[in-house]
């Protein structure tokens, strides 16, 4: 293990410093719908299950596995996203103490990027929302990075744009196995996952988690811990 010093935390949003109370399942069920998948049945169940297990990952992507047909991926895209923003609009809350958490971090000398599988405009959404738009040195969404999860675009083009030197100086957190790849894949030191949101602790694990935390709060004082 590299003796250096974690410079970069990479933070996911959406069961991981956001709560999400089952807004992306709610939002997918509304997309699936406009994009003629059947309301039940065997079909219905399994794209349900995929979605599921892809959590974490950039949403047209997953639109384009299940649907096989990139007009109807970007028809049942577009209808996520709306869904989501409208579902969001009634209510979204970040994870208890993610915001103090983030700000200790950036205090003690961590820069701190946001990152998600939504769309740039969604994000953006989320970030008026919980009055977020200064609380991270960076967010980014897929389109920003060139691809999404389980790639490592988002992480290393923070790692990029902030400066920092090297990867085994980055972390990353996330609720998601495709959370835990996208670390792995970018060489990040730490790939930790949260039990705030849609997988487990064995999902985590299977998925190659260096550390799993209960939250946020607690991956913030594990990186802070190495700083004395």
């Known amino acids: 293990m ?6 970069l935390a990479v933070l996911d949003m959406a069961g991981t410093t956001v709560v999400d109370d089952g807004l992306v399942v709610q939002a997918f069920e509304r997309a699936a719908t406009a ?7 065997p079909e219905r169940e399994a794209a349900r299950q995929y979605v599921i297990d892809t959590m974490g990952q950039s949403k047209i992507v997953v639109f384009r596995a299940l649907l096989g047909d990139e007009s109807k991926a970007q028809q049942a895209n577009d209808a996520f996203e709306a869904a989501y923003a409208e579902l969001a609009d009634a209510g979204v809350s970040p994870i208890p103490g993610a ?10 000398g961590i820069k701190v990027a946001l990152t998600t599988g939504f769309s740039r405009a969604t994000q953006d959404k989320l970030l008026t929302a919980l009055g977020w738009n200064e609380i991270a040195d960076l967010t980014l969404a897929p389109s920003d ?3 999404g999860r389980p790639y490592p675009d988002m992480v290393l083009t923070a790692l990029l744009r902030l400066g920092i030197d090297a990867v085994d100086r980055v972390a990353v957190l996330g609720d998601t196995a495709s959370d835990i790849a996208t670390g792995l894949a970018a060489g ?3 790939a930790a996952g949260t ?5 487990d602790e064995d999902q985590l694990r299977a998925a190659g988690a260096t550390h799993v935390v209960p939250s946020v709060t607690e991956f913030a004082q594990l990186l802070l ?4």
Request: zero cysteines; aromatic letters at 0%; a neutral charge.
């Open 2 to 7: 590299s003796d250096k010093q974690i410079d």
């Open 35 to 41: 994009a003629g998948i059947p309301v039940e049945g």
């Open 99 to 108: 915001a103090e958490a983030i700000t200790a971090l950036r205090a003690a």
């Open 145 to 147: 990075a060139g691809r």
């Open 188 to 190: 990040a030191r730490i």
């Open 195 to 199: 039990l705030t949101g849609a997988h």
């Open 225 to 228: 811990a190495e700083r004395g």
